[in-house]
């Protein structure tokens, strides 16, 4: 059941860190501020529901309050700045926040039931760090690849062009006199070669 959770927490921040990353439009300053004085106000909401419970259960509800604070905020922040940078620290809240919550599970238990859970919260947020940091690269890395890909495809038609150039020219050769010049200056012209 845990591990069904922490896979869910980390499957959800990488499905919104990639959507954050997708959506580049900034926020006005007013729809800003309502957005996070709405945050405020849930988490205020939460904190107040924690108060109904007792000893751990108290603790981890206060620890998901805070933590779906801070990733609503960084998600918030991701949104306004539109950057990749932003997008990748909503990431990094998320996976901290994960594990806080899931470290705090553990104290129920004891022993070796106790460590492994640890083990698997602490393994849990390594996992959702890397693959925030994989994601990051690949956003990168897609932005120069593309450029890579736009300069490969027009080394490449330009490379096929001056090949047609060359087959056109070689088919000129075939004729004498104005007929030949009037095929070369067709050629030129039909393949940019002035």
């Not at 988490?43 to 604070?69: F, H, V, Y």
């Not at 996976?95 to 599970?105: D, F, L, R, S």
């Not at 897609?142 to 047609?164: F, H, I, L, P």
């Amino acid at each position: 059941m845990k591990r069904n959770t922490l896979s869910a927490i980390v499957a959800g921040a990488l499905f919104c860190g990639a959507s954050m990353a997708a959506s580049a439009d900034t926020m006005s300053k007013a729809d800003y501020k309502a957005e996070k004085t709405r945050i405020d106000a849930v988490q205020e909401a939460d904190l107040m529901r924690c108060k109904q419970l007792s000893g751990n259960a108290n603790d981890i509800c206060k620890l998901e309050a805070k933590g779906a604070d801070k990733v609503a905020t960084a998600d918030l922040d991701a949104r306004n700045k539109g950057t990749k940078e932003a997008a990748y620290d909503a990431r990094v809240v998320r996976a901290k926040a994960a594990y806080a919550v899931a470290k705090e599970k553990c104290d129920d238990l004891a022993g070796n039931d106790k460590d492994v859970c640890v083990k698997a919260a602490k393994s849990a947020e390594v996992a959702a760090l890397a693959d925030a940091k994989a994601n990051k690269k690949i956003v990168d890395a897609g932005v120069k690849a593309s450029n890579t890909v736009a300069e490969a495809k027009t080394d490449a038609s330009k490379e096929k062009m001056d090949a047609q150039y060359k087959v056109a020219i070689e088919k000129c050769d075939t004729f004498a006199g104005d007929a030949k010049e009037a095929c070369v200056k067709e050629a030129k012209r039909t393949y940019g070669k002035s």
